[in-house]
């Protein structure tokens, strides 16, 4: 007799005001297996786990842990039932040492004295079943993104969770980290564990998991044996329609050097040098990529080169030299000498979530000619100017007095994208082009990035997604620990390779 | 969860507040052992009832506009200007030298340089606590609110010492005739129509609408209203965009500051017509809750201001009327309107957004 399912969900439904994040979603995980979840932004993956670690309430449905419906109110009880939740976004505190990290909220008694011996020596015998040495008197801001992943792990086991959900787990984690992780997934997976993984990349889903559910507009819409499908089926799946998954694009021509950057520096205020003398140039119609694990000074790069930071050094753009530091070294300054900027973080830099979407397209623009009329904002050019990018981008949906938080990500990125690329740039920053952006709409970021090189300008893209890397870039540059590792080009190199690079090490002798 | 329609809380929300609040202060009254619907009576009645009731509600309110209109500007920028108080006081003292310096001979003339006085010197005032704001990161609101102390001690300081008329009280010499303000009785008279002889209300009130329009154009139609807004939703965003938080922190808070020096003209100028020591009288602080009540939008403030106006005068009746009610009552009243509308507003708030939310379901 087959056991029960670890977790079977059974019609789950869930909506928010007018939109339904889950439709009527079944579902059964098999105990000891991995089981993946992908799907597009918004198709409500997150809702659904929410709903299993008691964030949420369903509307109705039923939850059934190993063979026995079970309610869960709250995350206490989730704990309870033994599920463990690792976040995208840790729930650590950073200066609470690993051992207390775990402990916190399991303390078993008034006193923590005992609970704490207790503890270490649980997590001593958790570190050597599953390969996840982790010194429990470390404090976690000390600790590097996988090891403090590996701490939120531990915090689960050591709640004696038999199912463990990992959010988008190696979004932050280096190729070689990622591995790690995996193997300790198949560790857990041999002990008997149930694991769920969401994901957005498929080659995870491929290399790891046993079977795979497709989520699509807050319905379930495939689940299959991994083994019988394949990376581009997948994506299909989940966007319902044909995708191209490598950038089609012809080869570069560059041109004359647009941006020629030498021995740039950056102190924060911690004293902590960010930037350790950065040389590169980027040419017009060139794509130069920027490869490195989050963290590793490209942000600063970004912030010095779009005005956000004051920075030592010498910039020079089309033989100009720039400010980088006291008056004129502004953001207003940068686009006026023909540098535009598509943050990393939209959310916090590039947009104003709570503006219509045809104010966030004079953010940064206010004071041009064609937006303003003497002090005052011309808010009818405005209008106009957003409803035709919003057409000329396929901004969903076409409204130009929607809040930009209304919309989706993917759509969002084109608001600040269609502002940034029209206002004409000799040279384009670009930073995480498509992070939390759906598939689709990845395809049509990176073919008006491509469109942009093949009109002469210079692109200076940063990713920490390899992938991307590879696909867009004319020439690859690695970035670690504020340097510049070496450069590449994409045809002469592979992810390995890059890893190494991104990790530190010198790469294979070029 | 998703958030009331703009009607309700806009409307309904601060309406359900001002109910609570009168409920509560009905129950104090009840206490005390009076009739609470006489009371409201007295008060509508004294406030909204007569000429002379309206003539010292919208002369309040004319405070109020002024003061609220300060916090609301400062508000879009993130900035929580408490020193309303202080920048008002000192408003009032730019407004009186101006007075005092020439011999107006008419008040057409003396208006606008007084309103540049009393903008000037309540600019001033905010202006360095932005400074400390912008440059070395102070807090705003512990160094607009330790300026409140500092400008009451200054108008003590002057009143006593510098400014001080002849006689006993502290106060300065009576404006020259050419610089009275006309009173609601003179311009209405103009139309034939009555109105209170020794009502206070004047012209000022016309500038306090006059700043209402401006502030709007300010706030939603101008590039600096602009960066403003974005720069009081986000300042990482607002470097992203070129717009220099130093600049928006400066210029912000001197508006801000002029708005609330402005309440002279009508306080200073317009009534007392000589610097009194208690010229503000806590309407830098009840600016504060007719921000928070008007939603920091001016039409909200001009709302928010004439209630509040009423409810001052409606106090003032309703002391007079009912001896028991003492004027220690009457703020009693007053600060559970300033409560319910404005700290409490959240308590109110959630439960009213389950109500929509399941209305929603409902209609779904």
């Known amino acids: 007799m087959t056991p029960p399912p670890a977790i079977e969900l059974r019609r789950i439904c869930k909506s928010f005001g007018p939109v339904q994040a889950n439709k009527d979603i079944s579902l059964k995980v098999m105990p000891g297996t991995i089981h993946g979840i992908i799907g597009e932004n918004g198709a409500g993956k997150s809702t659904l786990m929410s709903i299993l670690y008691g964030f949420y309430k369903a509307d109705s ?37 690993v051992l207390e990290n775990v402990v916190l909220g399991a303390e078993d008694g008034s006193f923590l004295r005992p609970t704490l011996a207790r503890a270490r020596k649980h997590l001593t015998d958790l570190a050597r079943d599953y390969e996840m040495n982790v010194d429990p008197d470390a404090k976690i801001e000390d600790l590097s993104v996988g090891h403090q992943q590996r701490v939120e792990i531990l915090k689960a086991l050591y709640r004696e969770a038999n199912i463990l959900i990992l959010d988008e787990p190696t979004g932050v984690l280096t190729p070689a980290e990622a591995d790690h992780l995996f193997r300790i997934l198949r560790g857990l997976k ?76 950056v102190t924060d205020g911690q004293g902590v040098e960010r930037l350790r003398g950065i040389d590169l140039t980027v040419r017009a119609g060139e794509i130069l990529g920027i490869a490195g694990v989050a963290g590793n000074g490209q942000s600063d790069l970004l912030d010095v080169l779009g005005g956000i930071r004051a920075a030592t050094g010498a910039v020079t753009l089309n033989d100009a030299a720039l400010s980088l530091s006291g008056p004129g070294s502004d953001a207003r300054a940068r686009r006026r000498a023909g540098i535009t900027h598509v943050p990393e973080d939209r959310h916090r830099l590039g947009l104003i979530l709570d503006f219509k979407a045809w104010e966030n397209t004079g953010f940064g623009y206010q004071d041009l000619p064609k937006y303003c009329q003497g002090l005052m904002m011309d808010n009818r050019a405005l209008r106009e100017d957003t409803d035709a990018k919003m057409a000329r981008f396929d901004v969903r949906p076409h409204d130009p007095n929607l809040a930009a938080k209304n919309f989706s990500g993917g759509n969002q990125q084109k608001i600040v994208l269609a502002r940034e690329i029209e206002a004409d740039p000799d040279l384009l920053l670009i930073g995480q082009p498509t992070r939390g952006v759906d598939i689709g709409a990845i395809e049509f970021i990176h073919q008006r990035i491509v469109e942009l090189r093949d009109a002469g300008k210079a692109i200076l893209l940063v990713s920490v997604e390899l992938d991307e890397i590879l696909s867009l870039s004319d020439r690859i540059a690695v970035m670690f620990d504020g340097r510049i590792m070496g450069e590449r080009l994409p045809g002469q190199t592979d992810e390995t390779e890059l890893g190494l690079m991104m990790a530190g090490m010198e790469g294979r002798a070029a | ?31 005390i052992g009076e009739n609470p619907l006489q009371a409201l009576k007295v008060m509508v009645n004294g406030a909204m009832g007569s000429t002379r009731g309206w003539g010292y509600t919208l002369f309040f309110a004319t405070n109020f506009i002024f003061t609220g209109l300060a916090v609301a500007v400062a508000y879009h920028a993130s900035l929580f200007n408490i020193g309303g108080e202080g920048q008002a006081a000192l408003g009032g003292l730019g407004v009186a030298l101006v007075c005092l310096a020439v011999d107006w001979p008419f008040w057409w003339m003396a208006l606008p340089a007084a309103i540049i006085g009393g903008a000037v010197f309540g600019a001033a005032w905010a202006a360095i606590p932005a400074w400390l704001n912008a440059r070395r990161g102070s807090h705003i609101v512990i160094t607009t609110i330790m300026f409140n102390f500092i400008a009451s001690a200054l108008m003590v300081y002057l009143l006593v010492n510098i400014l001080k008329a002849p006689g006993m009280a502290p106060e300065s010499a009576g404006f020259p005739e050419g610089s009275h303000l006309p009173t609601a009785y003179d311009v209405l008279g103009l139309f034939g129509i009555p109105f209170n002889r020794f009502a206070p ?138 409560l319910f509308t404005g700290a409490l507003d959240g308590m109110v708030r959630t439960p009213l957004e389950r109500v929509f939310a399941s209305l929603r379901k409902g209609a779904a």
């Open chain 1, 61 to 97: 449905g039923e939850i059934l842990i190993g063979g026995r419906e079970t309610q869960i109110p709250d995350s206490q009880a989730a704990i309870k039932a033994g599920i463990g939740m690792v976040f995208q976004h840790f729930k650590l505190v950073e200066n609470f040492s």
């Open chain 1, 190 to 265: 041999a002990e008997g564990k149930t694991i769920i993984l969401i994901t957005h990349k498929l080659r995870e889903i491929m290399e790891i998991t046993d079977t795979v559910s497709v989520m699509r507009r807050g319905e379930m819409t495939d689940t299959v044996k991994t083994a019988e499908t394949s990376p581009q089926d997948l994506a299909e799946r989940m966007v319902g329609r044909k995708v191209l998954l490598r950038v089609d694009k012809a080869p570069a021509r560059p041109g004359k050097t647009v941006l020629e950057v030498k021995d740039l520096r």
């Open chain 2, 1 to 31: 969860m998703q958030k009331l329609p703009a009607w309700a809380d806009v409307v309904l929300l601060p309406l359900i507040n001002l109910a609570l609040a009168f409920l509560v202060s009905g129950l104090v009254i009840l206490y």
């Open chain 2, 201 to 338: 209300l004047n012209v000022a009130f016309l500038v306090a609408l006059a700043a209402c329009w401006g502030v709007w154009i300010l706030i939603w139609r101008t590039r600096l209203g602009y960066e403003i807004r974005a720069f009081g939703k986000s300042e990482p965003a607002a470097v992203y965009a070129g717009i220099s938080p130093v600049r928006i922190i400066m210029v912000t808070m001197l508006i801000s500051g002029a708005l609330a020096g402005l309440m002279g003209i009508n306080a200073v100028m317009g009534e007392a017509e000589r610097l009194t020591l208690d010229a503000v009288q806590g309407a830098g602080f009840v600016g504060i809750a007719v921000a928070l009540m008007g939603r920091n939008h001016p039409v909200g403030v001009l709302l928010a201001a004439i209630l509040f106006g009423a409810l001052y005068q409606g106090g003032i009746e309703l002391e007079f009327e009912i001896p028991a009610i003492s004027r220690e009552m009457i703020l009693v009243i007053q600060a559970l309107v300033i």
